[in-house]
């Protein structure tokens, strides 16, 4: 089975502090995102990866940045936290989309849970 | 660009009951669709999908038809349980390259004694 895993499940941060959360994935997947998930905006998607250094922005990159040195992790950053990253940030990974019809899953992480205060 | 419209909820039935959660997509081209469903506290998983008009994608006694005439992915149960108390999101995928794939806002579904 394939696993994502998120180095934390709950995490308190205070204002202006750079935060780090990170994530690996266990079966070779070209692509790994990061998402996060509110209430009534369901998922969004802050970042993409789809090859190792290779990064794209999602919907909402501002304030955050991503790193991916190597195949398997992939970490979002948040370079001066706020309190409006208060969220529930979700990894996730796939095989490569690319000579598809879009079909293949995706296969999610846990979750992190952020408080920023 | 790609969208996907489901109702947000939350939707309570009563054990036994039928269940149609409905979602409808605006893409271009012929995108794959998918159902995931999230439980308490935990992440998102794969329930079903389909690849390809008038297929259909089922799990667990859940399925949908992929209906390329209506733009619709609906999502059905003909007996919920207690355990089928999650969110549940329908997802529109891209046509291969680098597209992204775009989420619903999901459907809470919340199923009593």
């Known amino acids: 089975d394939v696993k994502v895993t998120q180095s934390s499940r709950y995490l308190v941060k205070r204002t202006g502090e750079k935060v780090f959360l990170e994530c690996v994935q266990d079966?070779?997947?070209?692509?790994m995102f990061w998402y996060r998930q509110d209430p009534g905006l369901g998922l969004r998607l802050i970042y993409f990866?789809?090859?190792?250094?290779?990064?794209e922005k999602g919907d909402i990159p501002e304030g955050y940045s991503v790193s991916r040195e190597k195949k398997e992790r992939f970490s979002l950053i948040l370079e001066s936290a706020s309190t409006n990253q208060t969220s529930m940030y979700l990894c996730?990974?796939?095989?490569?989309?690319?000579?598809?019809?879009?079909?293949?899953?995706?296969?999610f992480g846990e979750g992190s849970w952020l408080t920023v205060v | 660009g790609n969208s996907v419209t489901q109702m947000e909820g939350p939707v309570t039935l009563s054990e036994e009951a039928f269940l149609t959660i409905n979602c409808t997509y605006t893409?271009?081209?012929?995108?794959?669709l998918f159902w995931y469903v999230q439980y308490p506290g935990e992440g998102l998983q794969l329930l079903l999908k389909?690849?390809?008009?008038?297929d259909k994608g089922s799990n667990k006694g859940f399925e949908a038809t992929y209906r390329k005439e209506t733009t619709s992915f609906h999502l059905e149960k003909g007996s919920v349980q207690v355990s089928d108390s999650a969110v549940y999101f329908c997802?529109?995928?891209?046509?291969?390259?680098?597209?992204?794939?775009?989420f619903g806002i999901g459907t809470k579904l919340q199923v009593i004694p």
């Open positions: 996730a990974s796939s095989l490569d989309f690319r000579g598809t019809t879009g079909g293949n899953t995706i296969y």
């Open positions: 079966m070779d997947h070209e692509n």
């Open positions: 990866s789809y090859d190792v250094k290779m990064k």
């Open positions: 893409a271009t081209g012929y995108p794959s």
């Open positions: 389909a690849t390809k008009a008038d």
């Open positions: 997802a529109l995928g891209g046509s291969g390259g680098y597209q992204k794939v775009t």
